[in-house]
């Protein structure tokens, strides 16, 4: 491949795809000291599709980590509130928000858990009328994903510093589509394949998904009225985006109580800079009533333990086990790419926009329809090739969803 202008086509479909940057929008950019060529290129397509002003947030792995192993305790209880004034204030003009992922998996392994625990409660406090707009998907907002050293390290262990971080850019092109000779003419084929499957699921109106694998015997109830989505979405002015980049899945929020038996995880989770691995957890009416993890196993209990609303789920997502990024039979140590090669399930908060006309319903309403509530939402990985879904119709019957790991349904 071009490695220059599979670069170029990256930047220009996080522009025109992932985040659909109208003419007068403020973009705001969070990212790390990682990539800078890149984040520069993204900013120049920005105010060449017509940006206004597009500010970028820097970060650096390093300077976080001291700070999770220096700074005192009680500062992680705090979040700067002009920060989420900010960031808020950009959504609810119609403003556009891009985090551009690059962190190291291990970044704060050996920190204590309970510092990242009290920060992102504090973060969920602090940042919970911008989260309104972004889980309703009113604002426009996307996730990407730039090389670090360790990053690509930890991807391909085998090879170190710069012959590492080329190859997970490439990694990352041909999971993005950046290596194709159109790639936004490509990720709109893609985003018409997953509307189709939404459409399909929509029709059905499961009230429940049975979930069978080595490790797993689960049962999940969905919500009466519940919605599919998967690929773009509209934000408040009529405007698409995609806010995942890649993106292979289709989901939807479970009923909070509805969730029985026990999920064993097949991919490494990596939350807030450790990795849990190998883990299951156990599910009666819906909560978490017990967990096990062969590696991070402190942080897995911090992570359940965050609130209530953490003990249940918040989403149910289906990808096939025969699409791009899992047959690049690669663990990226990234939930943005490891999700979209597997089957997965969220703790946490749900989305308001998986009940229909879920997204005017206020918090009282949508947990009286059986969505979660929580400061966070947090996926993890369960598919492989050996996975069974069935799918339970309003009659109690039911029939295959997936077979082997891949779609039991004929697409549409």
């Known amino acids: 491949m071009n490695f220059n202008q599979c670069l170029e086509n990256y930047a220009e479909l996080t522009v025109k795809v992932a985040l659909n940057v109208q003419p007068g929008e403020t973009v705001w950019i969070n990212c790390s000291l990682h990539q800078p060529e890149f984040v520069r290129l993204v900013v120049r397509k920005a105010y060449e599709a017509g940006a206004k002003q597009v500010h970028v947030e820097w970060s650096d792995d390093e300077v976080t980590r001291i700070r999770y192993q220096s700074a005192p305790q009680d500062s992680f209880g705090e979040y700067p ?10 959504a609810a003009e119609g403003g556009a928000y891009l985090l551009i992922e690059s962190r190291d998996p291990d970044l704060l392994a050996g920190t204590d858990p309970a510092r990242s625990t009290a920060f992102q409660k504090a973060a969920g406090v602090a940042l919970a009328k ?48 950046a290596d194709q000779e159109n790639p936004v003419t490509a990720w709109k084929g893609h985003n018409e394949a997953l509307d189709n499957r939404v459409r399909q699921l929509n029709a059905k109106q499961y009230r429940k998904l049975h979930y069978r694998a080595p490790g797993t015997e689960l049962t999940v109830a969905l919500p009466e009225r519940h ?9 408040a002015k009529g405007n698409a985006f995609n806010p995942n980049v890649p993106t292979e899945e289709v989901f939807v929020s479970p009923h909070r109580e509805g969730t029985e038996g026990c999920v064993t995880s097949t ?31 402190e942080s897995l209990k911090e992570l359940i333990e965050l609130d209530e609303g953490s003990h249940y789920l918040g989403e149910a997502a289906l990808v096939q086990h025969n699409s791009p990024i899992s047959n690049s ?77 891949n779609w039991a349904l004929n697409a549409d």
Do not use: C
């Open 130 to 177: 911008w989260r309104e707009y972004t889980y309703t998907d009113r604002a426009t907002w996307s996730i990407v994903a730039a090389p670090s050293v360790a990053w690509a390290e930890k991807v391909f262990p085998e090879r170190q510093g710069e012959e590492a971080v080329r190859a997970l850019w490439e990694a990352i092109f041909r999971a993005t589509r």
């Open 227 to 235: 919605v599919w989505h998967g690929g773009k979405t509209v934000n």
């Open 81 to 90: 509130e002009w920060r989420a004034d900010a960031i808020t204030k950009i």
């Open 267 to 297: 991919k490494p989770l990596s939350y807030n800079g450790t990795l849990i691995e190998n883990f299951t957890l156990t599910f009666k009416q819906g909560r978490v009533v017990d967990f096990k993890a062969e590696k991070g196993y």
């Open 329 to 405: 039979n690669l663990i990226f140590f990234n939930t943005l790419f490891d999700e979209n090669a597997s089957n997965h399930l969220a703790i946490g908060r749900a989305f308001s926009t998986s009940l229909a006309d879920g997204a005017d319903l206020s918090p009282e309403e949508l947990s009286k329809r059986g969505l979660n509530d929580s400061l966070t939402h947090i996926d993890f990985m369960i598919g492989s090739a050996e996975m069974d879904i069935d799918g339970e119709l309003a009659d109690g019957t039911r029939e295959p969803v997936f077979r082997g790991g």
